[in-house]
């Protein structure tokens, strides 16, 4: 018995190592502050936008170390954060509104690693510095919202079957109450209105024969709530991207959270605005018949409503909406070239602009006004600002409506699919508010119940402890290995070496992020494989002791440790899936690591050791081996 690794396991080993040291070389060259440019709303990067952004950097001085464009873009790497920050600021005004520029990360490693895709592992933002929010959707207000909508709904399904109707209201038991005038209508009502609207539970109050209530079924409250959650996701990664956030982290989190990590993000501040504000507009014609008189008296007449200006004044509005923000699909910040002043430019999808078309060809020389609202959600105080709680003892929580007037012009013409609003205080106001409105209305206000900032200095100095922590356990096992197991202990390391180069190598080819409980995994991951060594050598000794040659020692050795090895180690990947499965944030991060280590410690430890072993004894006679 000589102990010879086959050629074909030879080849197989021999490969695994060496696509690890390639996919695992990118880490190594670290990264440089630099700037992405990526398309707004779709729109691809031309070569050309490299050259305008060159030259508005060549024109200012401004010198970087590499300028390079692929298929997700142009990136830009840089000295310093100082300068990566000013020619963002250039690069911006050159290209305007139709690129979105993401401060960043970008490697150092020679372009043609990039070129054949081969990428570092990310980072997470407790190693990499940035934002985190943790967001509440208030779900109340978005069946409120829809509690509305039906509302409108009983009273033009009524209306258009000609049943007269006091009122249609929502009485404190969270029920449409419908008032029917002529209580011998209200089974008709009822008929029509249980075939028109099958999603609502209909019943009679026979208390009172001339009312109808109308309650949301549990399936359709079900279908608002995750509607909600569903569409707030959408816009808010749409806000994220428009940002300029690279490698951002927005995740559904339970039944009613939402998570947003912001790595490298510099302007927490603004990020956090935009993030937790539910604005939209809605046109509305000005009630010119009574406007006057309405403002005087302070009394709004049927089917109208007073409405204030930013300063103050006051208007009289049709509470009719003409269409509002769900309706537009583009919208881009610019100054007006006549007055110099921040104006939105605003392009509806086609069933809004008929609409603009006809009710602004009917209104000319009427005005038409442009109404911003935001919806704000948050938990409610009393006087001593203790938390108000309910029934069940959860945070009462109350909704802000803010609506204000921003500009009310004369329709001079008949306006159609583009138009622009005014009446914006700031350039960085109308960003804002174009930002929003292209990422889609929240479909339920959002509150911020969590944040955390990790600064770039803290980051920096997690991965210092982190790549200490792995060093200290390392250099610990190494010097245990070497004086206990000499030759054999030497494999031992250079195999644990190789094994936590593959998992580097495994995380970068699959793009995954590396956080702090991640390097707590590696760690643990260093002594499990040397763990399975240890079973390996142990038995190599016994069977020495039994009075077998150094040889068959060998082969028994590693054959009779096998099954343990991989039990043990199969056990321990079936609780990291589990914990994968089941647990969030950090845990994920804990388990992927464990994963990736468990897998190649086993490869290292029973087919590269082996290897090794049998190159240093096989194929020849040995008397004693060094163990």
Same mark, same amino acid.
């Given at each position: 018995?000589?102990?010879?690794? =086959? ?44 050259g305008r952004a060159q030259a508005v950097l060549d024109a200012q001085?401004?010198?970087? +170390? ?170 808010l990664r749409n806000r994220v991207d428009q940002l300029g956030v ?8 339970? /039944? ?12 927490? =501040? ?49 509470k009719r909406v003409i269409y509002s923000g769900d309706s537009i ?48 959600? =948050? ?63 929240? =479909? ?54 190789? /094994? ?87 845990? +994920? ?39």
């Amino acid at each position: 018995m000589l102990n010879q690794t =086959a050629w074909w396991k030879f080849l197989v080993i021999i490969t695994v190592v060496l696509l690890g040291l390639i996919y695992a070389a990118p880490n190594i060259f670290g990264s440089d502050p630099g700037i992405q440019i990526r398309g707004a709303r779709g729109l691809s990067v031309e070569s050309s936008v490299l050259g305008r952004a060159q030259a508005v950097l060549d024109a200012q001085s401004i010198s970087f +170390k590499s300028i390079s464009h692929d298929a997700k873009g142009i990136k830009i790497r840089f000295e310093n954060d100082e300068t990566q920050l000013r020619a963002k600021e250039l690069i911006e005004k050159e290209l305007g509104n139709n690129y979105s520029l993401a401060l960043t990360l970008l490697t150092g490693a020679p372009s043609w690693f990039t070129d054949l895709g081969i990428l570092p592992m990310y980072l997470g933002l407790d190693l990499r510095g940035g934002v985190h929010f943790l967001l509440q959707v208030d779900m109340q207000s978005a069946i409120k919202r829809a509690q509305e909508r039906y509302q409108d709904s009983i009273k033009t399904i009524l209306r258009e079957n000609k049943l007269r109707y006091r009122a249609v209201m929502l009485n404190p038991h969270g029920q449409l109450e419908t008032t029917i005038r002529n209580p011998d209508h209200r089974q008709q009502a009822y008929d029509i209105l249980i075939k028109e609207l099958p999603d609502l539970d209909l019943s009679n109050d026979d208390s009172r024969a001339e009312i109808i209530l109308a309650q949301l079924s549990q399936t359709q409250t079900d279908e608002i709530k995750k509607f909600a959650l569903q569409q707030n996701l959408t816009a808010l990664r749409n806000r994220v991207d428009q940002l300029g956030v690279a490698e951002p982290v927005v995740q559904q989190q339970g /039944n009613d959270r939402i998570v947003i990590q912001l790595p490298g993000v510099q302007d927490t =501040a603004r990020a956090k605005t935009i993030l937790g504000r539910a604005a939209t507009l809605e046109m509305h014609l000005v009630d010119e018949k009574n406007n006057t008189s309405a403002i005087a008296s302070g009394q709004a007449p049927s089917g109208s409503r007073i409405f204030k200006f930013r300063d103050g004044r006051r208007i009289l509005l049709n509470k009719r909406v003409i269409y509002s923000g769900d309706s537009i699909i583009d919208a881009a910040a610019s100054l007006d070239a006549q007055t110099g002043g921040p104006i939105v430019s605003i392009t509806l999808d086609s069933a809004a602009a008929t609409i603009n078309s006809r009710v602004t060809g009917e209104n000319i020389n009427n005005r038409m006004a442009v109404v911003y609202l935001e919806i704000t959600s =948050a938990i409610k105080k009393d006087a001593n600002g203790n938390i108000v709680l309910d029934d069940d003892g959860k945070p009462v929580r109350v909704t802000n409506r803010l609506e204000e007037v921003l500009t009310a012009p004369v329709i001079r013409d008949q306006l159609g699919k583009r138009y622009q609003i005014e009446g914006l205080d700031s350039v960085e106001e109308a960003r804002d508010l174009s930002l929003m409105l292209r990422s889609g209305t929240l =479909a339920a206000p959002v509150e911020i119940i969590e944040e955390r900032t990790v600064g770039p200095s803290l980051g920096q100095a997690n991965i210092s402890q982190g790549f200490r922590s792995v060093m200290v356990g390392f250099m610990l096992v190494l010097i245990f290995m070497l004086v206990y197991y000499r030759v054999f202990g030497f494999t031992a390391v250079l195999a644990l070496s190789l /094994n936590l180069i593959l998992i580097v190598a495994v995380l970068s080819l699959l793009q995954a992020t590396l956080t702090l409980p991640g390097v707590a995994g590696i760690v643990l991951t260093v002594g499990m494989a040397v763990d399975a060594n240890v079973l390996i050598f142990e038995r190599i000794r016994e069977e020495i002791r039994n009075g077998n040659s150094p040889q068959a020692s060998i082969y028994l050795g590693y054959d009779r440790a096998l099954s343990t090895i991989v039990d043990a180690n199969i056990t321990t990947l079936i609780a990291a899936v589990v914990l994968f499965n089941f647990g969030t944030g950090p845990i +994920k991060g804990f388990a992927v690591t464990l994963s990736i280590g468990i897998i190649t410690s086993m490869f290292t430890a029973i087919m590269l050791t082996r290897m090794l072993i049998n190159l240093f004894y096989g194929g020849k006679t040995v008397k004693q081996l060094a163990i």
